[in-house]
């Protein structure tokens, strides 16, 4: 492999090790911090509004990172090999799945300015002497910027090689017509028909399902199958939308229970499903993504590990959750003392609030009799700084809030 500049001195090799030792294994806040840049530094939206691909570049970011680390212990301030990483492989499948450009990767440059300037902060640390700073500064620069530059490279080679692979014409025109429709732009139906394979009129849900680990891949199309029966759907509109992820519409004006669709779920496990709230003709199309897109970042803001959601129970908890700070003190307002007590109380609630105020369904939904649910509905009123009935909207948003907050706890 060329080298590009000096080979670093003894001592600046040994400095090298030594800041590489202390850096491994990268803390949660070290990718986190990477990670944020990189997004800060996103052209296309996509990947900061989509959950997976945003997950996925979090992912590469640490592998990347710790790479450089590892080679830089065993070759210090030299020019780091790449390697055929899957990762990178995965990348780029799914830059070009979802109609993206190399573009992307300028952001990359966000993240390697912020992972220059923590190292730049630690080669202050292990020396005073001027002339080992400035070898030391100097081959880590040259290290981290070639390195940076070649795994760019890369991955615009790996581009070219998925997209010659895959000969995406088809899918192509189905994602440029997909999206032309969730933008919302004018376009014939005739047309967009005809790309999709799909009629555009009547009752449309769409589905997002994704995983998180990319070993349950191979699950996705089962899944899919899977929510399609439950909704009660003979066909749908899939979207192979990356490596993870798929996107669906199906032409129906109902969905069932979001455990009925955890049920049928079962049966792939890793593999997690949003649905949006049915809707009617073209704009139904775009506002039921829409939704299924928004509860999926809304699972990704409060870190719930849920298999599955629908828009439809989790609408007003989208809109509360944009600032979580402001989420907390809207539960403990609305909740006050029934926020921190026995989940079993506020199950009983959320239940009692499901099936309309009815107590002798939640006495059969909960399999307890009618005279231990009118005691626990006590207590839990007793609790609430009002009314129950005064404020019931309010008091199953912030049911569900706390419910997502402890899926997140115990998934943690």
Known sequence: MEELWPTPSARVCELIRALAERMLPLSDDTVDMLWQASQGGVRQQEYVEDPVLAEADRRLNKTNTTHWLFANLNRPGRRVQLTRDPELLIYARDLVLRGLNTDELASWRSAQQAWWERWIRACFTVTEDLDELRELVEVSGNSMTTYVDDLIAAVGTYVDEVRSDLGLGAHAERHAT????????????????EQLGYSLGGHHTAAIVWVEAEEAAHLLERAAEHVMRACGATRRLTLVT????LWLWMPVSAIPAAATIDEVLKETPGVRTTLGRPARDVEGFR?????AAAAQRLLARMRSPRTAVRYEDVHLVDLLTADLGQADQFVSTTLGELATADPVLRHTVSTFLNVGFNVSHTAEKLFAHRNTIDRRLARARALL?????QDAVSVAAALMLVELRQDREQGS
Request: charged share 25%.
């Open 242 to 245: 990356s490596t993870a992820a």
């Open 385 to 389: 700084p009002r009314p129950l009935e």
């Open 178 to 193: 997909v999206q032309l429709l969730l933008e919302g732009s004018r376009m014939s139906r005739a047309r967009a028909e």
């Open 287 to 291: 506002s039921s993504h829409l939704d």
